[in-house]
């Protein structure tokens, strides 16, 4: 084995390296390092892989045979200076700017965060999540509620797939609002094509960011892994579309797992597109989610963005009565007029409180005297 | 106040009285029937109304005060006559066919039920109740929802209305299913005067009940207090479609009052039908409801109509394959092929756990050895 070509004592060089020889998310790596450090725990690497030194017990001659076939032509300069070209930097735990977010993920944090853009959150944000087969009305639920995080000053944080991940960008950014988008793979090559122009404009706006350096391919394995990501960033995660079986409820598995709540949008029980959304509801305890006021309350501390209890509608005829003015002004007749006798039977209540409700009716408007009987107003 | 002009000791002639004279729910009769039976009761209600003894505390004088007025031309024979022409007939509690679940009600339980038609309730009978302004996904809803529980025997319990509650009904009578309509007002006035062609399949399928007795006007208060007898026939109440303030989440509140399970059905959040169902599951923890399955598990004892846990699915390429053999996949070249150290690097993998793992996975058809390297197959 031979030495590293670059400063392996240089810790921001070391923790790069190491989010190219562990493939996330690495719990022995992760451990390894919180407890070395990555300079540390990149030395001990060297040594043993190069069989200057013995691994110890079992489990971590495993582990270093996993990482040793990563040492080979590692120069984790050349994927650095793919970022800077790109205009992007690294984050690495601690950094100012880190997301405080992510060490919730304790040894599964990432090594290091290799990103294009500006902050990768802000104070607060959600994830938005869901299927990259959305319907025109899932994609428009998205877009809103991207919109409507957005105006609150969260970031929205989602993967950069077409269908769900790209409608909540979209959404965020028609406000100018800042939104994360977590790749798979590098973040030199913005995945699927087709979203390059929306990536760059997410990169613009917040961030487009990676666990993995430049020149990793985005594989199924490292979708599933980067979801605990999104997951983490978010203060809640979203699922707004999913079929039956669908990567997003992967995303709100992993949130549930750190404690975050989740939330899935509720949609037409015969529309597949939303099948996973009630299936999380159902199984997993999802609360339902219908509007940006109710996403800002799942991810609010308590007490803060508070949904309305009730909400404005057409006050009925029998609004703000009492039950005996209720059923009184419900016993008079459609048409024509009763005496007060024929409204207490018809009411079933006694003839002096009927009489008396009548009388406070009348000055309220909803009943009219005609002599000796009474009807309804006009 | 003169002497009744029936048998008023006929117990049966009574409690049809007490349906007459009592407004409900009305707790005051009801625990007053409880105490002394119906005969009795209204004995004592003659006496004290005619002034030839005092009702005692304040709070029945004041009930008497709302009974009395319709001692007036009391005469049940009347309504019983109405009953009957109409090929009806009367049930009281205890009486064979009585529906045991209007017990739970308590003080509030009917005096009677007036019934056109046959049995009331089989042996399980779920409420499948919502809008009037339904739309065409909520009636197909409430359709799909009557007809399949009908053809798992179990009785539909709605009310009369258009929109939900009639596409309920029209759904178990498409397969012969039986199906319970409870009305407002009296069962010798079929409303809506629209659903009467429904209203008399229903009653030749099930029943059509009331219990206020023939001539009773479908007023306000009759709805509400109405709901609580569909609640209560239904071993769990499933809400189709509802806007925000709905009848339909009355229904719902007296299930949950009885502890009897509520389901909603969810729709697109956009359509304001679909706004009280989502409340429902909201703020009063009602369970997502998207089929018949779910419907009878939600109704069902436990362990009876447990629905699958999972449903088909076509199978992935991943499935069924341990984490190992998932990276090692993973890992494989999308094109051509690679030799096991580099499957090894892409997987993070030791190379000896790869080669082993590739072996399983050629035998499984799932990798292909090209000489020294592996590719996926075909």
Redesign the interface.
């Known amino acids: 084995m031979p030495d590293l070509p670059f400063d392996a004592t240089d810790p921001r060089l070391a923790a790069a390296a190491w989010s190219r020889?562990?493939?996330p998310p690495?719990a022995a790596a992760g451990a390894l390092v919180e407890n070395l450090g990555a300079v540390e725990a990149l030395g001990w690497l060297t040594s043993v892989a190069g069989g200057r030194a013995s691994a110890g017990a079992q489990d971590w001659e495993?582990a270093v045979?996993?990482?040793a076939?990563?040492l080979?032509n590692l120069d984790i300069r050349r994927e650095l200076d793919t970022l800077h070209r790109l205009g992007g930097h690294l984050l690495l735990p601690g950094d100012p700017g880190w997301p405080a977010a992510l060490d919730d993920l304790g040894v599964e944090r990432p090594h290091a965060l290799w990103v294009r853009g500006g902050a990768v959150t802000g104070t607060r944000a959600v994830a938005v999540v869901g299927a990259r087969a959305a319907t025109t009305?899932g994609q428009?639920?998205a877009a809103e509620l991207g919109t409507g995080l957005a105006e609150a000053g969260v970031t929205v944080v989602s993967g950069g797939a077409y269908g769900i991940d790209a409608a909540a960008h979209r959404g965020a950014l028609t406000v100018d609002g800042v939104t994360t988008a977590v790749l798979a793979g590098g973040v030199d090559r913005l995945y699927p094509v087709g979203n390059t122009r929306l990536l760059n404009a997410v990169a613009a706006s917040g961030a487009v960011v990676s666990e993995v350096p430049p020149g990793s391919v985005p594989?199924?394995?490292r979708f599933l892994a980067r979801n605990r990501l999104i997951a983490a960033l978010g203060a809640a995660t979203v699922v707004v579309e999913a079929a039956?079986?669908s990567g997003a409820l992967s995303t709100a598995a992993r949130a549930a797992d750190l404690s975050r709540p989740v939330g899935a949008?509720?949609?037409?029980?015969?529309s597949m597109a939303?099948?996973g959304c009630?299936r999380l509801?159902?199984e997993q305890g999802a609360?339902?989610?219908?509007?940006v006021a109710?996403v800002l309350e799942l991810a609010g501390a308590a007490g803060e963005h508070l949904t309305t209890p009730d909400?404005p509608?057409p006050p009925?005829l029998?609004d703000g009565l009492d039950p005996v003015a209720?059923?009184v002004l419900?016993?008079l007749p459609a048409r024509g007029s009763a005496p007060v006798?024929n409204v207490?039977?018809a009411?079933?209540?006694?003839?002096?409180?009927v009489r008396a409700a009548l009388g406070n009716l009348e000055l309220e408007g909803r009943a009219r005297r005609t002599g000796s009987a009474w009807a309804r107003p006009r």
Do not use: F
Request: aromatic share 6%; glycine share 8%.
């Open positions: 020889i562990a493939e690495d495993r045979a996993g990482w076939p990563r080979e009305y428009t639920m594989s199924r394995n039956w079986r949008v509720p949609g037409p029980v015969t939303s099948a009630h509801m159902r609360v339902c989610v219908t509007d109710e909400r509608a009925g029998l209720r059923r419900d016993a006798a207490a039977r009411a079933g209540l006694p003839p002096a409180e």
